[in-house]
């Protein structure tokens, strides 16, 4: 099956930044993938490299089989909402509906109607006396009707408040199960949809730091702490993501756990325990004591 | 659904727990893929791994074109299967507490016989 997306040494430089750097990896069809990392990481950049809307230093990227620059047979199957989606201040709601059927091949009115009214919002609301919020609302709703083959979202939720933003996983999930198509979510809330990912792709300075199925992620990863001596021995020789001490006590997050791993370790008097998706990749990307250890004497200090 | 295991194998451990306790009945028809994902909010990917390991396991069978059904049998042999490991998942863990306690095996013995929790 060719994959929805295939980027080969995709790279991206301005002046001596590579926003983008020498990412090579593949999103399967039908799959929600969690594009994750900081602020400036590259994220954005790579998504606007993946719709056509840079062009690449290096490199090169396809979106089912064919590349995106200027290529309107394979953008119409496209949906990018962007962190900052504008519409025109002065559209109503319903402007932007009745136009999102000329960009959008698979858009559903029907459905389109039916989330605007979850998100409390009436088609004749000018855009310009929206909320934050509410403008982020827009962009989430046209994100879902569309059913694009390749949706993307990129942060769709400034201004968003919890309930609306458990409307839009619920949403989408649903939506997903019945329209199988490929979603890139783009987010910091790791915690919030880490249930709905099936795959993690982690960006960290331009490159491609982690590029796994979440399921893998999540049962891999653990902490494992005890007194200082029995951790050491039992970490020496592993790839450690992450290490606490406090007083004798240490607690270190170790990347590949299986299970007799977790035995062997349980067995040595070590507790076990779980590392959620966000700890994971804020280990990984933290950039800072990720090798040192800070003691509580050096913290306070 | 918590982050210690893969959200797959907790799906698959509660329909499990149903079984045994008997609120989902051998010959009925389990929830859909679908519905599964929706209900924990979790990727149906996931949803349908949890659902498959059953189904290699012959917990659950497919019947084409109309869903899962819980089968035959099904009750008796997971209860034999957790039966297997009772003493590791509960046993070890109770005696390394004792003794850290320094509770003896015969005032644990006697605390089990007593306790009358239903």
Same mark, same amino acid.
């Given at each position: 099956?060719?994959?929805?997306?295939?980027?080969?040494?995709?790279?991206?430089?301005?002046? *001596?930044? @590579?926003?983008?750097?020498?990412?090579?990896?593949?999103?399967?069809?039908?799959?929600?993938?969690?594009?994750?990392?900081?602020?400036?990481?590259?994220?954005?950049?790579?998504?606007?490299?993946?719709?056509?809307?840079?062009?690449?230093?290096?490199?090169?990227?396809?979106?089912?089989?064919? *590349? *995106?620059?200027?290529?309107?047979?394979?953008?119409?199957?496209?949906?990018?909402?962007?962190?900052?989606?504008? $519409?025109?201040?002065?559209?109503?709601?319903?402007?932007?509906?009745?136009?999102?059927?000329?960009?959008?091949?698979?858009?559903?009115?029907?459905?389109?109607?039916?989330?605007?009214?979850?998100?409390?919002?009436?088609?004749?609301?000018?855009?310009?006396?929206?909320?934050?919020?509410?403008?982020?609302?827009?962009?989430?709703?046209?994100?879902?009707?569309?059913?694009?083959?390749?949706?993307?979202?990129?942060?769709? $939720?400034?201004?968003?408040?919890?309930?609306?933003?458990?409307?839009? $996983?619920?949403?989408?999930?649903?939506?997903?199960?019945?329209?199988?198509?490929?979603?890139?979510?783009?987010?910091?809330?790791?915690?919030?949809?880490?249930?709905?990912?099936?795959?993690?792709?982690?960006?960290?300075?331009?490159?491609?730091?982690?590029?796994?199925?979440?399921?893998?992620?999540?049962?891999?990863?653990?902490?494992?702490?005890?007194? @200082?001596?029995?951790?050491?021995?039992?970490?020496?020789?592993?790839?450690?993501?992450?290490?606490?001490?406090?007083?004798?006590?240490?607690?270190?997050?170790?990347?590949?756990?299986?299970?007799?791993?977790? @035995?062997?370790?349980?067995?040595?008097?070590?507790?076990?325990? *779980?590392?959620?998706?966000?700890?994971?990749?804020?280990?990984?990307?933290?950039?800072?004591?990720?090798?040192?250890?800070?003691?509580?004497?050096?913290?306070?200090? | 659904?918590?982050?210690?295991?893969?959200?797959?194998?907790?799906?698959?451990?509660?329909?499990?727990?149903?079984? /045994?306790?008997?609120?989902?009945?051998?010959?009925?028809?389990?929830?859909?893929?679908?519905?599964?994902?929706?209900?924990?909010?979790?990727?149906?990917?996931?949803?349908?791994?949890?659902?498959?390991?059953?189904?290699?396991?012959?917990?659950?069978?497919?019947?084409?074109?109309?869903?899962?059904?819980?089968?035959?049998?099904?009750?008796?042999?997971? /209860?034999?299967?957790?039966?297997? &490991?009772?003493?590791?998942?509960?046993?070890?863990?109770?005696?390394?507490?004792?003794?850290?306690?320094? /509770? &003896?095996?015969?005032?644990?013995?006697?605390? /089990?016989?007593?306790?009358?929790?239903?």
């Amino acid at each position: 099956m060719t994959p929805a997306v295939e980027a080969h040494g995709l790279t991206k430089r301005y002046g *001596p930044l @590579a926003a983008v750097d020498d990412a090579t990896f593949t999103i399967a069809e039908n799959t929600i993938t969690g594009l994750l990392g900081r602020n400036g990481a590259g994220k954005t950049t790579l998504m606007r490299l993946i719709t056509g809307q840079e062009f690449a230093t290096r490199g090169s990227v396809r979106l089912f089989g064919a *590349p *995106p620059v200027e290529n309107a047979a394979v953008l119409q199957h496209t949906c990018f909402i962007s962190e900052s989606q504008r $519409y025109p201040d002065e559209f109503r709601i319903k402007h932007v509906l009745e136009g999102a059927p000329h960009f959008f091949a698979n858009w559903n009115t029907e459905f389109a109607n039916e989330l605007v009214e979850e998100f409390r919002l009436t088609r004749k609301q000018r855009i310009k006396k929206l909320s934050r919020g509410q403008r982020s609302a827009i962009g989430v709703i046209v994100g879902l009707a569309s059913r694009a083959p390749l949706t993307i979202f990129d942060e769709p $939720y400034l201004g968003l408040d919890a309930v609306a933003r458990q409307a839009f $996983y619920d949403r989408l999930l649903a939506d997903y199960s019945e329209h199988p198509r490929t979603v890139i979510l783009s987010t910091h809330l790791i915690d919030e949809v880490s249930q709905l990912l099936e795959h993690a792709l982690v960006i960290d300075a331009g490159r491609i730091v982690i590029d796994a199925p979440v399921e893998e992620l999540r049962s891999s990863a653990a902490t494992v702490s005890g007194t @200082a001596e029995a951790v050491e021995r039992f970490i020496a020789g592993r790839e450690v993501a992450h290490r606490e001490k406090l007083g004798g006590l240490i607690s270190a997050t170790v990347a590949a756990m299986s299970e007799a791993d977790r @035995a062997d370790a349980r067995t040595a008097g070590l507790e076990v325990g *779980p590392v959620s998706l966000q700890q994971l990749i804020v280990r990984r990307t933290g950039g800072f004591s990720t090798t040192s250890t800070t003691t509580l004497e050096e913290a306070t200090a | 659904m918590d982050d210690s295991r893969p959200i797959f194998r907790q799906l698959a451990e509660q329909i499990e727990n149903q079984i /045994i306790e008997g609120s989902l009945a051998e010959s009925e028809q389990v929830p859909s893929i679908n519905e599964f994902a929706a209900f924990h909010r979790i990727n149906p990917a996931t949803a349908l791994k949890g659902i498959t390991l059953l189904v290699d396991t012959e917990v659950l069978y497919k019947r084409r074109g109309i869903g899962m059904f819980v089968a035959e049998g099904a009750r008796g042999r997971l /209860i034999d299967a957790r039966r297997q &490991t009772f003493h590791d998942d509960f046993i070890r863990p109770l005696h390394a507490e004792a003794r850290a306690l320094g /509770i &003896t095996p015969e005032e644990l013995a006697d605390m /089990i016989r007593k306790d009358t929790t239903p």
